[in-house]
């Protein structure tokens, strides 16, 4: 039994993966939480260029 518990414990076939999840979770909570900081002037930037070309 404490062998079987050991093995379970000690296993780390999926821990790779599971740290790509959360890599991936942290990146992409990041680009939303920069996105939306910076979304006023990034709309702003576009649309100060856009007026710039003429129709």
Known sequence: ???????????????????????LAFVAMAVVVALSLLGDGIIKSYQNTASKFPE
């Open 1 to 23: 039994m404490i062998v079987l518990t050991k093995k379970l414990f000690m296993e780390e076939s999926g821990q790779g993966m599971a740290e790509y999840g959360l890599i």
